[in-house]
């Protein structure tokens, strides 16, 4: 069975980044040399240039790492996958290959060398290109794998919590949750039929125990049922809930930045399955 995931996308790491940088600029700059690789490391000319080489490819790696991690968040592939496509091929390919040009002529200008008269344009150059490519075929595979892989197997979900209210306590369904609220380090759960209890839980671990295909936390203090909400408000990627109008709730409606995008997506898919 494929779906669409609500996970994480695990890219490289930087550490990952930086060796691949690495390797790229050693083979880049020893491309076409007749010397061992380890006698060009050490000489001193091809020293600088391999380290502003692998600065550059830095640069260029990072800049797509972090680009598509903005673009997964604002044009989400699940949401427009020919959208995602052109702006990954316009910012993550044709812009990085400019901005490698400008690079190039940079280390040029800086060291007073004929830019004109080089082959870089003929090796190295076409060399960099292919790594922006493949690091955009990398990348897109990634999150295209991620979203519509094998579905993970879920987490045991709560069922049942326990609530206290002064001396009386409740063994209540998750069905009749409504809302918690996180107030002054207690847990309060607000329940169908009005009523409210305390919880000693985080909402950390009460996100973690709760189905995400029917509650969300707007929030670091709020997680609401979907049924709850209306609507909602947006200002500058925040935003705030609006709940219908029969439901009683006098807590902290604010959408975290943080939150936002992971609110919109889940409640668009929730209005979807109703």
Request: aromatic share 14%.
């Amino acid at each position: 069975m494929y779906s669409i995931s609500n996970q994480k996308t695990h890219y490289p790491s930087f550490y990952t980044r930086f060796v691949l940088a690495i390797l790229v600029a050693v083979y880049i700059v020893a491309e076409g040399q007749i010397s061992p690789v380890n006698e060009l490391i050490v000489a001193s000319g091809i020293s600088i240039t391999l380290l502003f080489s692998v600065a550059i490819v830095m640069v260029l790696i990072n800049y797509i790492h972090l680009v598509s991690i903005l673009l997964d968040r604002w044009c989400p592939w699940s949401l427009s996958w020919n959208r995602q496509l052109a702006y990954q091929l316009l910012f993550c390919t044709l812009v990085p290959v400019y901005l490698d040009l400008v690079l190039i002529k940079s280390f040029f200008w800086l060291f007073k060398l004929d830019f004109q008269g080089n082959s870089c344009l003929l090796s190295e150059f076409p060399l960099a290109k292919l790594l922006i490519y493949l690091m955009n075929g990398w990348y897109m595979k990634i999150k295209t794998g991620h979203d519509y892989g094998p579905t993970p197997l879920e987490p045991e979900r709560a069922q049942v919590f326990e609530g206290v209210l002064g001396k009386k306590k409740r063994v209540f369904h998750v069905k009749e949750l409504n809302y918690f609220v996180r107030q002054s380090g207690t847990g309060k759960a607000s329940l169908a039929d009005g009523s409210i209890w305390f919880i000693d839980i985080t909402t950390r671990d009460m996100e973690s125990q709760l189905d995400p295909d029917h509650f969300i936390k707007i929030n670091r203090n709020v997680i609401l049922a979907f049924h709850l909400i209306d609507s909602y408000t947006t200002n500058s990627k925040k935003g705030e809930v609006i709940l219908k109008p029969d439901v009683a709730f006098d807590g902290d409606k604010r959408i975290t930045r943080q939150q936002f995008q992971d609110f919109k997506t889940a409640f668009i898919k929730f209005v979807e399955r109703q």
